[in-house]
C-alpha cells in the first residue's frame, strides 16, 4: 500500500501531496506543526499535540480553518490510512499561499497537511549505551523573539545546532538561552540527575513545553522521585549522576558524554533506565 498524506481535507498518494511555491510556509517559514507517534495504532497524548498545535498557531496569529475535533479526526484517518501500527505523524499548518512580502494577510487559505511515516532520530545501540552530545554556540531564540514554546516551521535556530552537532561528530546539541541557561536539545528537552532528584530546565527558561518531558515528569512523580524545574548551567551538566533526553522522535535516550566528559559513571544511570522503562511500558501498553 503507498503511503498517503492528507491534504486540506483529502487523503492523497505521496506524490500528489503538492502545495504552492507561493506559500508562506515555504517562502517565509510562516506556520506551525506537531510530531505526533502512534503506538501499537494508538496515538499517544492526541489531545496535548491537538492543544500544542493551536497555542503555536494563535501564538503567531494563525486561525486554523478546522475545529481540533476534525484535525484529531483527520490525524486518525491518516493512521488509518497508512497501516502503520508504530508510526510518527506530522502534522503541518501553513499560512497557504500569499504574494511576495511578509504580510500574512496576503494569504487567503492556510494550507493543511498530514505525513504518517517512521522516524528514527538516534541509532538503536545509543538507546542502550547512551548519547555523546555537545554545547552548541548557537544560543536558542530569545523567548521574545520567536518564543520557542510555539512550535513553528522555522527550526533554523535549531538547524544550526545541530549542524554543530554534526560537525562534532555527534548526534544533538545543548542550546543554551541568552541568559546562559540550559534551554534544551535541538529536538527534546532535558533531564539530569543528581542525588536522586530529577531537574529540568522550567519553561521560562525558553524551551519547546514537551509532552514526553511531562509525561516523564508524570512518571517520576508517580513513583516518588522528586523533580524540580530548575534554571541548570552547563557546571551542573558536567557535575550530573546521569541526563537525558525526551522528545516524541526521540523517547527517552540516555546521555553519557557532554563536552566529551563523562557525565556520571559514563553510562546510562539508574533512573534513567527505570524511567525509560516506564516510559516504554506506558507507550506500548
Ligand atoms: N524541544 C524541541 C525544540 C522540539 O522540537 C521537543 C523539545 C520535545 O517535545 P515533545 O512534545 O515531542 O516531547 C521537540 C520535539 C523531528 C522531530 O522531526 C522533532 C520533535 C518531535 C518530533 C520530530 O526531528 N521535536
Known amino acids: 500500500m503507498g503511503s498517503k498524506v492528507w491534504l486540506n481535507g483529502d487523503l492523497v498518494g505521496r506524490d500528489d501531496a503538492k502545495i504552492s511555491v507561493f506559500d508562506h510556509g515555504v517562502l517565509y517559514g510562516d506556520g506551525v506543526f506537531e510530531g505526533i507517534r502512534s503506538y501499537g495504532g494508538k496515538l499517544f497524548r492526541l489531545d496535548a499535540h491537538v492543544r500544542r498545535l493551536y497555542d503555536s498557531a494563535r501564538g503567531i496569529r494563525l486561525a486554523i480553518p478546522m475545529t481540533p475535533q476534525e484535525i484529531a479526526k483527520a490525524i486518525a484517518d491518516t493512521l488509518a490510512a497508512n497501516g502503520l501500527a508504530d508510526s510518527y505523524i506530522r502534522v503541518v499548518v501553513t499560512r497557504g499561499a500569499g504574494t511576495l512580502g511578509l504580510d500574512p494577510n496576503r494569504c487567503t487559505h492556510p494550507n493543511v497537511f498530514i505525513i504518517c511515516d517512521k522516524i528514527a532520530l538516534y541509532p538503536q545501540e545509543l538507546y542502550e549505551n547512551g548519547l555523546e552530545v555537545i554545547t552548541a554556540a548557537t544560543m536558542r531564540n530569545h523567548p521574545n523573539a520567536v518564543n520557542p514554546r510555539l512550535k513553528s516551521l522555522n527550526y533554523l535556530n535549531n538547524i544550526l545546532a545541530k549542524i554543530e552537532a554534526i560537525d562534532a561528530g555527534t548526534f544533538e546539541a545543548v542550546m543554551l538561552n541568552h541568559l546562559g541557561y540550559v534551554a534544551e536539545c535541538t529536538g527534546d528537552n532535558l533531564f539530569i540527575v543528581r542525588d536522586a532528584t530529577l531537574f529540568t530546565p522550567p519553561i521560562s527558561a525558553g524551551i519547546l513545553e514537551g509532552i514526553t518531558r511531562d509525561e516523564i515528569i508524570a512518571i517520576a512523580r508517580a513513583e516518588g522521585t522528586e523533580v524540580r524545574e530548575e534554571n541548570l548551567t552547563r557546571h551542573d551538566l558536567y557535575v550530573a549522576d546521569e541526563c537525558f533526553l525526551t522528545g516524541?522522535?526521540?523517547?527517552?535516550?540516555?546521555?553519557?558524554?557532554?563536552?566529551?566528559?563523562?557525565?556520571?559513571?559514563?553510562?546510562?544511570?539508574?533512573?534513567?533506565?527505570?524511567?525509560?522503562?516506564?516510559?516504554?511500558?506506558?507507550?506500548?501498553?
Open 248 to 285: 516524541t522522535a526521540a523517547e527517552v535516550i540516555p546521555v553519557v558524554r557532554i563536552d566529551k566528559r563523562p557525565i556520571g559513571e559514563g553510562k546510562p544511570g539508574p533512573v534513567t533506565k527505570r524511567l525509560a522503562e516506564e516510559f516504554r511500558r506506558r507507550t506500548r501498553a
